[in-house]
T-cell receptor, first 111, second 113 residues
Framework: QKEVEQNSGPLSVPEGAIASLNCTYS??????FFWYRQYSGKSPELIMS????GDKEDGRFTAQLNKASQYVSLLIRDSQPSDSATYLC???????????FGRGTSLIVHP | EAQVTQNPRYLITVTGKKLTVTCSQN?????MSWYRQDPGLGLRQIYY???????DKGDVPEGYKVSRKEKRNFPLILESPSPNQTSLYFC????????????FGPGTRLTVT
């Protein structure tokens, strides 16, 4: 089992809809969770971090963490074509300050 | 401006010709790492460094070397590049304290023929 798993997609949603991206992780004691957005050919950029169970909202983005079920999700409300990108989930292993990345989910928002 | 820089951004070379990709950060970060990204395989860590003179292997270290003689610089060295090292490479840095957010460089696209 990979340490951090994501559905590769593509996930296709219409403009204005809610996009839901999911990530599961294998190490139960993981403690830091991140979502990065990566446009094609560009470097990843952090859009959300979450450290405790529950929801964290930032503008149109909401990160959700459920440590008991070992998953973290990202919701994008009012999706825009500019949100079309690959979204990388990253998880910090215990005792490590360097995260492990999932393979990413490709999101396509069509007008 | 806080940033991670990489050079060169694009490089085409031939098998066996030693090359170095430089990485520099101006944020006084303790942690630095190198990743390669290939289609379908995502970001894979090559090497990382916790501080000056402290480096360790990541998931795919074969064929690569690194050094950390100064806090700001973390060059990636390919002593004898091979075609299977054709990839997109990213350098990243992060702080020891706080959020552990990774700050990425712009990437280096390497082609080995």
């Amino acid at each position: 089992q990979k340490e951090v798993e994501q559905n590769s997609g593509p996930l296709s949603v219409p403009e204005g809809a809610i996009a839901s991206l999911n990530c599961t992780y294998s190490d139960r004691v993981s403690q830091s969770f991140f979502w990065y957005r990566q446009y094609s050919g560009k470097s990843p950029e952090l859009i959300m971090s979450i450290y405790s169970n529950g929801d964290k909202e930032d503008g149109r983005f909401t990160a959700q963490l459920n440590k008991a079920s070992q998953y973290v999700s990202l919701l994008i409300r009012d999706s825009q074509p500019s949100d079309s990108a690959t979204y990388l989930c990253a998880v910090n292993k215990p005792g490590s300050y360097i995260p492990t990345f999932g393979r990413g989910t490709s999101l396509i928002v069509h007008p | 401006e806080a940033q991670v820089t990489q050079n060169p951004r694009y490089l085409i070379t031939v098998t066996g010709k030693k090359l170095t990709v430089t990485c520099s950060q101006n944020m006084n970060h303790e942690y630095m790492s190198w990743y390669r990204q290939d289609p379908g395989l995502g970001l894979r860590q090559i090497y990382y460094s916790m501080n000056v003179e402290v480096t360790d292997k990541g998931d795919v270290p074969e064929g690569y070397k690194v050094s950390r003689k100064e806090k700001r610089n973390f060059p990636l060295i390919l002593e004898s590049p091979s075609p299977n090292q054709t990839s997109l490479y990213f350098c990243a840095s992060s702080r020891r304290e706080g959020s552990y957010e990774q700050y990425f460089g712009p990437g280096t696209r390497l082609t080995v023929t």
